[in-house]
């Protein structure tokens, strides 16, 4: 059974209120879960101290018997003290992909001749 520290979430429409629950991976986010370990409250601000609140000793618990956290809660974690989490960069999927480099080549070219002609008429002018 492999079991994942995420976030599970309640509050009204518009006003999220998460619970840290350690559940069973294959349980639906709001569903069944093992235990509850903390709560997140993303309306509060940053520095509020009470916008995230963690029983520390079941977090350490729960990540050393094997628990993987999602990434969100892996940064709370993280702000805790509790692990290290690296930040992820994927440049790859950042770049343009073979369409968008087609289509900017395209107009490129296209402002090429036209600065070539915009120049030919310019010169024809003055040759007369």
């Given at each position: 059974?492999?079991?994942?520290?995420?976030?599970?979430?309640?509050?009204?429409?518009?006003?999220?209120?998460?619970?840290?629950?350690?559940?069973?991976?294959?349980?639906?986010?709001?569903?069944?879960?093992?235990?509850?370990i903390?709560?997140?409250?993303?309306?509060?601000?940053?520095?509020?101290?009470t916008?995230?609140?963690?029983?520390?000793?079941?977090?350490k618990?729960?990540?050393?018997?094997?628990?993987?956290?999602?990434?969100?809660?892996?940064?709370?974690?993280?702000?805790?003290?509790?692990?290290?989490?690296?930040?992820?960069?994927?440049?790859?999927?950042?770049?343009?992909?073979?369409?968008?480099?087609?289509?900017?080549?395209?107009?490129?070219?296209?402002?090429?001749?036209?600065?070539?002609?915009?120049?030919?008429?310019?010169?024809?002018?003055?040759?007369?």
């Open positions: 059974m492999s079991v994942k520290i995420r976030l599970s979430r309640g509050g009204a429409k518009k006003r999220p209120y998460y619970y840290v629950v350690v559940a069973n991976t294959a349980s639906p986010r709001d569903g069944r879960y093992i235990e509850q903390g709560t997140f409250n993303p309306m509060l601000k940053k520095d509020d101290e916008r995230v609140k963690l029983e520390l000793e079941r977090c618990y729960w990540l050393s018997v094997g628990a993987q956290p999602t990434d969100r809660v892996a940064r709370l974690l993280d702000a805790a003290g509790l692990m290290k989490r690296t930040a992820s960069n994927n440049p790859e999927k950042s770049k343009p992909k073979k369409k968008r480099l087609e289509r900017e080549a395209a107009q490129a070219e296209k402002a090429k001749k036209a600065a070539e002609a915009a120049a030919a008429a310019a010169a024809e002018p003055a040759a007369e």
